[in-house]
């Protein structure tokens, strides 16, 4: 057997580690003492659906070479070393960690679902988004803002304080207990009249 052939047999499957990175030519692999020009890695997808996750500097990766020459090999990412090792110890999650820290996971095991360490999140529909279950818990620090024409409560609406500042209507029995309902000044279950007469004559107004 030749060196050539020997050379490309070797070639065809090389592990190698990411020197650099970039979205339109790729990425460099350094293989022992040897750096790789610019090589494509391989995604999941790449037609009508196509997804974009990039290698990071210094991620171990195998590079797969078509008949054994490097300046048409793919790379495929994703081989754990101990610059870069697992980032969970489960069998069972669907778990991924950020460079920044953030991390989304959903653990088989419990059934949850988690997204932490991150800033925003957008979801952005055309025509509707449906939430359905038990009990939804949200915790704001500062404020929640509602920007819709109508909001809609179908059942009881509990809250601590109510302002309403550009009027409305209210229909329906209610009942009050405890505390006061005010009028322009006036406390509506204590108030007096003045100018109280017999007959048929008016009470003056409230005070």
Not at 55 to 62: D, I, K
Not at 177 to 198: E, Q, Y
Request: aromatic share 4%; charged share 15%; glycine share 10%.
């Amino acid at each position: 057997m030749s060196a050539e052939i020997r050379r490309l047999i070797r070639n065809l499957i090389r592990i190698g580690i990411v020197t650099d990175v970039n979205a339109k030519k790729g990425c460099r692999v350094q293989i022992g003492s040897l750096e790789t020009d610019w090589l494509n890695w391989i995604t999941l997808r790449a037609g009508n659906t196509r997804t974009m996750n990039a290698p990071s500097v210094g991620e171990q990766v195998l590079i797969l070479a078509l008949g054994g020459e490097l300046t048409t090999a793919f790379v495929l990412t994703g081989i754990f070393s101990n610059e870069h090792a697992e980032p969970t110890s489960s069998l069972t999650a669907d778990h991924r960690t950020y460079s920044d820290g953030a991390i989304i996971e959903y653990e088989p095991a419990t059934g949850a679902l988690i997204a932490t360490g991150i800033k925003t999140a957008t979801i952005d529909a055309s025509e509707q988004i449906n939430a359905t279950t038990n009990v939804v818990i949200v915790n704001a620090s500062k404020q929640i803002n509602l920007t819709t024409p109508t909001v809609i409560c179908s059942q009881n609406l509990t809250c601590a304080t109510l302002n309403v500042t550009e009027g409305g209507e209210m229909t329906g029995n209610f009942t009050h207990t405890g505390g006061a309902i005010k009028s322009n000044g006036i406390t509506l279950h204590d108030h007096t009249h003045g100018g109280v007469r017999s007959g048929g004559e008016s009470t003056g107004k409230p005070q």
